[in-house]
């Protein structure tokens, strides 16, 4: 089955199928039985030709990443591959919701207030602020 993304902050895949348990299937895109090979995206199965892109046509494969449109895969080649953001403080990937002041993003977690120390969460958002020496402060 296929793996939610999210806010489209990473791809969907898909994955191959060699039996057909559980009685006929239907596809996703034509809505005809499949006999055979399918391809499982999207929380539908699809006939392998029939799993393509909604806005170039063109067959995805189940080994690559690709969005959601209206129920049908659309490729990174149309959408572009989902932006990957970088804490400034430990160098790791941030995923989710990010906190950002000029070019440089952080996870919640990495920043803390310069008056109190107290680490943010997310749910701090609203109490945040930068000061003029780009200091961040809940207090």
């Known amino acids: 089955s296929a793996n939610c993304c999210g806010c489209a902050s990473s791809g969907i895949n898909a994955e191959y199928g060699a039996n057909m348990p559980d009685g006929p299937k239907i596809c996703g895109g034509c809505n005809k039985g499949i ?3 399918w391809v499982t995206g999207l929380d539908q199965v699809w006939h392998h030709g029939c799993f393509t892109c909604v806005s170039c046509s063109r067959v995805v ?3 690559e990443s690709f969005y959601e449109k209206d129920g049908k895969p659309d490729c990174f080649d149309c959408r572009g591959a989902p932006k990957v953001f ?3 403080v430990c160098n790791q990937q941030i995923s989710g ?3 950002i002041h ?3 993003n952080f996870h ?3 920043k803390s207030c310069k008056t109190c120390n107290k680490a943010f969460t ?3 958002h609203d109490k945040i602020k930068i000061t003029a020496a780009g200091d961040f402060v809940c207090c």
């Open 97 to 99: 919701t990010r906190l």
């Open 86 to 88: 970088t804490c400034s």
């Open 102 to 104: 000029l070019d440089k």
């Open 61 to 63: 494969s189940p080994t």
């Open 122 to 124: 997310a749910d701090d």
């Open 35 to 37: 006999v055979g090979k």
């Open 108 to 110: 919640y977690g990495c």
